[in-house]
């Protein structure tokens, strides 16, 4: 049986998480369900923060990219973290793929690109880890 008084909680906390960085209705919801708020009183706050402006999927999804991005993270990471918080629409194409794997690599290696195939092979790992594709990792090693 849903309160009033169980709907303003949730809304609350809802807000209140919202008020510390944007999340996604996904991670909302998941983040709600823990504190052990029921399925009806959840989607009336998520509704209702949506309605208000507080939430959005397409904010939230513009933020989470700049910030993976900025941490040198590349799309094939990204793709996948923003495919466990619940989206599925976003696009990825405005930004440097090829540019950050070389940024990333320099950063981490130097200037100096390795002479030896073990020392390449360990950077080009490297690069994939962080989530670049296999085109974006060869262009940061220019020939």
Same mark, same amino acid.
């Given at each position: 049986?849903?309160?009033?008084?169980?709907?303003?909680?949730?809304?609350?906390?809802? *807000?209140?998480? *919202?008020?510390?960085? /944007?999340?996604?209705?996904?991670?909302? %919801?998941?983040?709600?369900? *823990?504190?052990?708020? $029921? &399925?009806? &009183?959840?989607?009336?706050?998520?509704?209702?923060?949506?309605?208000?402006?507080?939430?959005? &999927? /397409?904010?939230?999804? /513009?933020?989470?990219?700049?910030?993976?991005?900025?941490?040198?993270?590349?799309?094939?990471?990204?793709?996948? /973290?923003?495919?466990?918080?619940?989206?599925? %629409?976003? $696009?990825? %194409?405005?930004?440097?793929?090829?540019?950050?794997?070389?940024?990333?690599?320099?950063?981490?290696?130097?200037?100096? *690109?390795?002479?030896?195939?073990?020392?390449?092979?360990?950077?080009?790992?490297?690069?994939?880890?962080?989530?670049?594709?296999? &085109?974006?990792?060869?262009?940061?090693?220019?020939?």
């Amino acid at each position: 049986m849903t309160t009033h008084k169980q709907q303003n909680k949730c809304y609350a906390a809802a *807000l209140k998480m *919202l008020m510390r960085r /944007e999340h996604s209705q996904l991670e909302l %919801s998941n983040k709600l369900q *823990l504190k052990g708020f $029921d &399925d009806a &009183d959840i989607k009336h706050s998520i509704d209702l923060l949506i309605e208000q402006k507080y939430q959005s &999927d /397409e904010r939230f999804t /513009e933020a989470f990219i700049l910030m993976r991005y900025n941490q040198g993270k590349g799309p094939v990471i990204i793709s996948s /973290e923003l495919k466990k918080r619940g989206i599925e %629409s976003f $696009d990825l %194409s405005i930004f440097d793929w090829f540019g950050l794997a070389k940024e990333v690599r320099k950063k981490k290696f130097g200037l100096n *690109l390795p002479s030896d195939y073990k020392t390449q092979a360990k950077q080009k790992r490297f690069l994939k880890s962080r989530g670049f594709g296999f &085109d974006q990792i060869n262009k940061a090693f220019p020939r």
